[in-house]
Every structure is written in C-alpha cells, then in structure tokens.
C-alpha cells in the first residue's frame, strides 16, 4: 500500500499545502526520541528537495538539539478529510537561527510572529505515501492563538531569558546551540 519517491511531485505538495497539522519525529542517537504536532502557517515547500518551518519558543528545543547531533528527521502529514492519505518526508535537518546568513530570505517565506525561534530547513532525502485508511475524520475549527499571544505578552526579552531557562539544552542534556555559535553552513 506505500509508495515511494525521490521527491515531491506538485500533486504532494498541494497535500502538504492544505493541512492543517503536521508532526516532526527527531531522535538522538541515544536518549528519548521526540514527535511534535506542529500548525499556524508554518510549513513551506521551497522545492521538491526542501521544505522548512517556522519553529516558534517552546518548553523545549529537542529537535534542534537532535539536528546538531545528527542531522535525522522525519516529518509526517496525515489527512483527516473523506481523502485518506499519510505522507512521510525523510531527510537530514538543520536549525537556521535568526544569526544565520540565509536567515532573512528564509524569514520572508513565513508570516511574522512572536516566539520566532528558528527555522528548520529540511532536505528530502525519501518520500513515502501510504493510505491512511485507518485515520479518523476530523473537521478543522480553526488555529490556536494562545502560542503567539504568549510570547507577544512576554515581550522580546523575556522570550530571550526563557531561551536561556528552558531551550538551550534537549531533555537528554545535548546542547541547542539556540544563543551558542556553532558552524551554520547549509548543508
């Protein structure tokens, strides 16, 4: 019932265009894998190698910690429409943080808002659809706002001092590198 391809063909990407949740899966090599429901307008195709989100603050920074250590990452779209459908993208991921020389043309692919923490570009490496006969409907009521007014209502030095509190180490104990300089080539 799955299908492999080696990238994302228009068809796939209109898919990923009308989610409205997605889920990225990172692990390190040793220590607890993590998986995290992501929404808003945050997901972008830049092309059928390259995907990116905007990752906004959070209680934890896991996926950038994972990324830094080893580059794994598995993002996964279901449908929840009368259309059934999972797609996985399997590729190697990088953290790109507002310091990052790519930042700015990275940024301008997604709306502003608070809590931008960073961007987390992708390179496909496989791409899997499988049937997704098993997933539930569900009807979408619409986006949460209580992230973005959060970190609205923190203002941009005290998200600074909760990166410095709670982001700059995995649940593991491996570094972020959030407010660290660390080598940021792209791929």
């Known amino acids: 019932m799955s299908k492999f391809y080696s990238e994302l063909n228009p068809t796939l990407q209109n898919f ?3 989610q409205k949740i997605f889920f990225t899966a990172t692990a390190p090599q040793q220590g607890r894998i993590n998986l995290s429901p992501k929404g808003m307008d945050s997901f972008k195709c ?38 059934p459908l999972i797609l996985r993208l399997y590729g190697k991921g ?9 930042w700015e043309s990275l940024a301008l692919l997604f709306p502003s ?3 931008t923490r960073q961007i ?17 409907l569900y009807e979408f009521q619409q986006e949460r706002t209580n992230l973005v007014k959060w970190a609205k209502q923190k203002g941009d030095k005290a998200i600074y001092d909760y990166w410095q509190l ?14 660290e300089k660390k080598d940021e080539e792209i791929f």
């Not at 709670?166 to 407010?179: A, E, F, H, R, V």
């Open 16 to 18: 990923i265009q009308e």
């Open 46 to 83: 830049i092309d059928p190698l390259t995907v990116a989100y905007l990752d906004l603050t959070g209680s934890g920074n896991e996926t950038a910690a994972h990324l830094a250590e080893n580059e794994r990452i598995t993002l996964m779209f279901c449908s929840f429409t009368e259309d």
């Open 94 to 102: 990088q953290s790109i943080k507002p310091r990052h020389q790519n």
């Open 113 to 115: 808002m608070a809590g």
């Open 120 to 136: 987390i570009l992708v390179k496909i490496e496989s791409v899997q659809t499988s049937c997704g006969y098993g997933v539930p």
């Open 166 to 179: 709670k982001n700059q180490k995995s649940i593991d104990g491996l570094p972020t590198y959030l407010l």
